[in-house]
């Protein structure tokens, strides 16, 4: 692959990962502080758990690309809006330095367990973990008591837009 291919593709990718951010943001938001363990089986997390997951794994890909190297860092929130506050304050600067470097950062290989792959490969695997987990998420948000916002169009419980 070519530097300039490189660059094209984070772009692409960024403002992909950029736009999925306010989606799931959206959804963090949605999670209901008095129903935070919630869980459909005892195989799943719960949905704090799985909040938590979200805006950790997020910034675990993001932080991993634009420094060389991914290192998992645990981190548990006590309540989903501290989450969502993490989530707010940690994504839209990692998206900028991504977006900064240069396309032989974004051509270095990095290792996860078995896989070694381009940096820029994370950058795409990112986007569908969180694209993954969000689903999870707000198929969790009805049985807690919340209702699902808007994901890519109205939900069953946001309203549709007005006939013209």
């Known amino acids: 692959m070519t530097h300039e291919n490189a660059k094209i593709i984070a772009d692409y990718l960024l403002s992909q990962i950029e736009q999925e951010y306010a989606t799931t943001k959206r959804v963090l938001e949605a999670v209901p502080s008095d129903n935070t363990e919630y869980k459909p089986s005892e195989k799943c997390m719960s949905g704090l758990g799985l909040a938590t997951h979200i805006a950790v794994a997020e910034a675990f890909f993001l932080r991993g690309v634009v420094n060389g190297k991914l290192e998992w860092k645990p981190l548990e929130f006590a309540t989903p809006a501290e989450a969502v506050k993490y989530f707010e304050e940690t994504i839209p600067g990692l998206i900028a330095q991504a977006r900064a470097l240069p396309a032989e950062k974004l051509l270095q290989n990095l290792e996860l367990g078995p896989m070694s792959m381009p940096a820029l490969d994370f950058l795409s695997l990112n986007l569908r973990h969180a694209v993954h987990h969000r689903g999870q998420l707000s198929a969790y948000l009805r049985p807690m008591g ?15 837009a007005a006939a013209h």
């Open 146 to 160: 919340a209702k699902v916002p808007s994901i890519y169009g109205p939900s069953g419980d946001t309203p549709k």
